[in-house]
């Protein structure tokens, strides 16, 4: 399944977090939370393999596109944060 984001990417604002390969997602991010530049977003499992996934810069979570445990494929975007501006 490919998901989709409902809400268009500001092009020099909002930062995709996607996943890397194939697996089982694990949220530890809800819309409205604040992250830092590196903060866990989510923890991606397949065949007992762990990743974590961690935010690209700083900012506020503005979306979250796969549920709790839903299966993701290589380069699905997960969440979307919008970057705190300097």
Do not use: N
Request: charged content about 15%.
């Amino acid at each position: 399944m490919t998901y989709r984001r409902s809400v268009p990417l500001a092009p020099a604002t909002d930062l995709a977090v996607s996943a890397p390969f194939h697996g089982a997602l694990t949220l530890l991010v809800a819309v409205g939370d604040e992250v830092a530049a590196g903060a866990p977003v989510a923890v991606l499992e397949a065949l007992k393999l762990e990743s974590m996934l961690t935010a690209p810069g700083s900012g506020t979570v503005v979306e979250v596109i796969a549920a709790e445990h839903d299966l993701v494929s290589g380069g699905d975007v997960v969440a979307t944060i919008r970057a705190t501006t300097p």
